[in-house]
């Protein structure tokens, strides 16, 4: 009675669907549950107490997809009697919608077997490269030997050259009368020598009128010649030596 028990229970039932399913499946159609179609009654099995309802036949069918890891999902599907008892498709909508879910996976066919992974074959390995063999040096040629080189010449060297001894430049006092003082060059080159009343060198005398004064630049060049000769001092004169007293 699975409208009561389950595809998978027992209890109203002797035995479960399951198990008679499960021995169909197995024992006559190996392999292929797509041959197997669960039948039920809408009205006229009272007498056994098998009848079910659209929703009881939906949930036996959706306990078959599932059972034991999905073993039957691909299964035939179901069939009721009988078709005056469906009234507006009361029973065979929810069963419709449950078989929906696997419709078509009779058409595909069962899934092929995963084939074995292919070993890969490997790959020559490549033989080791040698190493280089090194190069035969060139034979050197021995150095070769230069020219000696000749002793520098040294450059003449200049005489020296005796410079010029510096004439002696006398200077001479000049003054001019002026009211302002004058730049010393000024007075150089346009003073006079002492005379007038400018006689007396480096005074300040008055002269002229005005306010004018003597403005004198005791430093201005004079002739040039040779330098002063050096003054000989007069030689002195040894006085003479006492005479001792004579004795008596």
């Known amino acids: 009675r699975p409208a009561l028990d389950g595809f998978a229970g027992s209890g109203s039932g002797q ?3 399951a198990s008679i399913y499960t021995d169909i499946a197995n024992d ?3 392999g292929q549950p797509d041959k197997i179609v669960f039948g039920f009654c809408i009205s006229d099995c009272s007498g056994t107490g098998s009848n079910a309802n659209g929703m009881q036949a939906a949930n036996v069918m959706e306990g078959i997809k599932t059972y034991n890891n999905g073993e039957f999902a691909c299964n035939g599907g179901a069939f009721f009697w009988v078709m005056e008892h469906d009234t507006g498709n009361s029973f065979s909508d929810p069963v419709s919608a449950v078989l929906e879910t696997t419709s078509g996976c009779i058409d595909a066919g069962p899934s ?3 084939p074995n992974p ?3 074959t490997p790959q020559p390995t490549p033989n080791p490269t040698p190493n280089p063999t090194p190069a035969t040096p060139q034979p050197t040629s021995p150095p070769t030997t230069g020219t000696p ?3 520098p010449t040294p450059l003449p060297t200049s005489s020296p050259t005796t410079s010029s001894p510096t004439p002696f430049v006398a200077t001479v006092a000049k003054y001019v009368c002026t009211k302002n003082e004058p730049l010393p060059t000024t007075i150089c080159a346009d003073g006079s020598a002492a005379s007038g009343e400018c006689t007396t060198e480096g005074q300040a005398n008055s002269c002229g009128k005005g306010g004018k004064m003597c403005w004198w630049n005791e430093a201005c060049p004079g002739t040039s010649g040779p330098p002063p ?3 000989t001092p007069a030689p002195t ?3 003479p030596a006492p005479t001792p007293p004579s004795s008596c």
């Open 15 to 17: 035995v479960s669907a």
């Open 28 to 30: 006559l159609f190996p």
């Open 112 to 114: 092929p077997p995963t």
């Open 118 to 120: 292919t070993p890969a």
């Open 149 to 151: 080189t000749n002793d």
């Open 229 to 231: 000769a050096p003054v």
């Open 237 to 239: 004169a040894t006085p």
